[in-house]
């Protein structure tokens, strides 16, 4: 042990420097491999137990979308529409549904049939159940349409699904290819509100007010509520029109189930001397000025009336 220590303090200051030079290029090897030596890539986090952060969650909910109607596919099947029961203001059509929205916007546009006779259906996903006109006498042949796809458009239709006393008298809807009708921009409709005693002629937006009061149905023959349109406008011979137009609506009274004689109780604007408050049969009684505006409009113009 003596000899060991005898030999470390033998060594020359040279020597101790030697060693020192040594030691200090060992530490620096050591460094610059630590940053220049490639290092293996970290392991990415298994997805399913990644950390999620732990932000609280927006307290306002996410607004859902309204959903948009099917668009039906295109049927290009041949139909005898002849065959059919036709739709028409005398028509009683169990098979066609009453109008699922009878205050709903309308879609801008009137509907006619190229031919003689277009099928129509209740659900494009069917069979057609009726058949729309040309032409007819009481006319009824341009329609307004509700709804517009690409290939189908839902129209309001005369007739009725069933006469008051035995079922719904209210408006009929159905559906037809656009490859069977002639479609035409319509921006107007009128607008009836029975508690306002208003009526007003609404285009491209703008209301114009055509009568501040008018004659309504009384209590025991009220006047039809929801969409309609105009479907005939004609000159009779009728005593309390004092010679102006009659403009007839595709809607029919929802109580009566005929009137005058006849199998059909169709509602109309039409002029008459006795025109304020609950007194008619359920047409709707006006002044020589708004019937005039109202005969002006073409058929399929859209009507709406509410309570």
């Not at 060991?4 to 020597?15: D, H, K, L």
């Not at 050591?30 to 307290?59: E, L």
């Not at 329609?143 to 069933?162: D, I, K, P």
């Not at 037809?176 to 107007?188: G, K």
Request: charge should be negative.
């Amino acid at each position: 042990m003596n000899d060991v220590i005898t030999r470390a303090r033998r060594i020359r200051p040279r020597e101790w420097a030697l060693i020192g030079i040594i030691g200090v290029l060992i530490i620096a090897l050591v460094v610059i491999g630590s940053v220049i030596w490639p290092h293996p890539a970290a392991t990415p986090a298994d997805p399913s137990t990644t950390s999620v952060a732990t932000t609280a969650p927006d307290p306002t909910p996410t607004p859902t979308a309204t959903p948009t109607p099917t668009d039906f596919a295109a049927n290009t099947d041949t139909y005898d529409a002849h065959a059919l029961p036709e739709a028409n203001v005398f028509a009683v059509l169990p098979q066609l549904p009453v109008d699922p929205e009878p205050e709903a916007p309308f879609a801008g546009y009137t509907a006619r049939a190229l031919t003689g006779m277009v099928p129509v259906w209740a659900d494009p996903l069917g069979e057609p159940v009726a058949a729309l006109p040309q032409e007819h006498r009481y006319g009824g042949t341009t329609v307004a349409v509700v709804q517009r796809q690409e290939n189908w458009v839902q129209v309001l239709l005369t007739g009725r699904q069933s006469v008051p006393s035995t079922g719904s008298s209210a408006q009929l809807t159905g559906w037809l290819r656009t490859s069977d009708i002639e479609l035409a921009p319509l921006d107007t409709t009128v607008e009836v509100n029975l508690t306002a005693r208003t009526i007003d002629i609404v285009h491209a937006g703008v209301a114009e007010r055509i009568a501040s009061d008018f004659g309504s149905g009384a209590d025991s023959s009220a006047t039809p509520l929801g969409r309609a349109f105009i479907h005939l406008t004609e000159v009779t011979s009728f005593a309390y029109t004092r010679g102006h137009p009659i403009v007839y609506l595709s809607l029919q009274s929802p109580v009566l189930d005929g009137f005058g004689g006849t199998s059909v109780a169709v509602t109309a604007f039409h002029y008459h001397d006795s025109r304020t408050g609950a007194i008619s049969n359920g047409c709707l009684r006006l002044s020589e000025a708004a019937i005039t505006k109202l005969a002006e409009l073409p058929a399929g113009t859209g009507v709406v009336i509410r309570e």
